[in-house]
């Protein structure tokens, strides 16, 4: 069974940092696109980043700049290290990847339970 286990979120004042991470474990053959997304109280999911499995990484316009990406494949681990954050950066973020299990059936999405990230002004 796969498993993404997130970590990291928390409170924090605008301009500050933080660090998210996501662990994908479990029966796992190879992984492609790692990533995240948030949602915000009202508002709809919106992609944050993503990482594929051959280092192109991509950004939501929200966070170019600010935001970087990266992944460690030998852990199975995505970061997402968040810089200068702001209050309309508050939303619960999750993590995703997409997982090829060792049956070798198509890639499947899985995602992550959920971290709140709150920024205040």
């Known amino acids: 069974q796969v498993q993404l286990v997130e970590s990291g979120g928390g409170l924090v004042q605008a301009g500050g940092s933080l660090i998210l991470s996501c662990a994908a474990t479990?029966?796992?053959?190879?992984?492609?696109?790692m990533g995240w997304f948030r949602q915000a109280p009202g508002k709809q999911r919106e992609l944050v980043a993503y990482?594929?499995?051959?280092?192109?990484?991509n950004y939501g316009g929200a966070v170019k700049g600010r935001f970087t990406i990266s992944r460690d494949s030998a852990k199975n681990t995505v970061y997402l290290q968040m810089d200068n954050l702001k209050p309309e950066d508050t939303a619960v973020y999750y993590c995703y990847a997409d997982i090829v299990d060792v049956t070798l059936r198509p890639p499947t999405r899985r995602w992550g339970q959920g971290t709140q990230v709150t920024v205040s002004s």
């Open positions: 479990g029966t796992i053959f190879s992984i492609n696109d």
């Open positions: 990482s594929t499995n051959i280092g192109m990484t």
